[in-house]
């Protein structure tokens, strides 16, 4: 069965970067666009960023110019570099994969399949 592991998350200053990976497994028909999600407290899950299986990609405006999704099809995981870090980037960041996706479509949550059971990132001010 499809597994996404999450890791690299933890506490950084405001102004820090972070390294988000997720190893996927058991995708065996086709291959799936992959994306993060993020949900803080009291509030909705989130598209962060996608990626398309043509390697197109796409980010929320909130983090555009600040976090880079990537893919390393070799080893089956899935990144997202995040930079110039914010408290409001404070959530639990979750790796999501579905099959019907895109720049766009890829970060809306009712278009996931899969999802991993998430990464805390904490941003202190």
């Known amino acids: 069965q499809v597994q996404l592991v999450e890791s690299g998350g933890g506490s950084v200053q405001s102004g820090g970067s972070l390294r988000l990976s997720c190893v996927a497994s058991?995708?065996?028909?086709?291959?799936?666009?992959m994306s993060w999600f993020r949900q803080a407290p009291g509030k909705e899950r989130e598209g962060v960023a996608t990626?398309?299986?043509?390697?197109?990609?796409g980010y929320a405006d909130s983090v555009k110019g600040r976090f880079t999704i990537s893919q390393d099809s070799a080893k089956n995981t899935l990144y997202l570099q995040m930079n110039s870090l914010k408290p409001e980037d404070t959530a639990m960041y979750y790796c999501?994969?579905?099959?019907?996706?895109?720049?766009?479509?890829?970060?809306?949550?009712?278009?996931?399949?899969?999802w991993g059971k998430g990464t805390l990132v904490t941003i202190s001010s």
């Open positions: 999501a994969a579905g099959y019907y996706g895109g720049s766009y479509y890829g970060l809306i949550a009712s278009n996931v399949d899969y």
């Open positions: 058991g995708f065996s028909y086709r291959r799936p666009f």
């Open positions: 990626i398309d299986t043509d390697g197109s990609t």
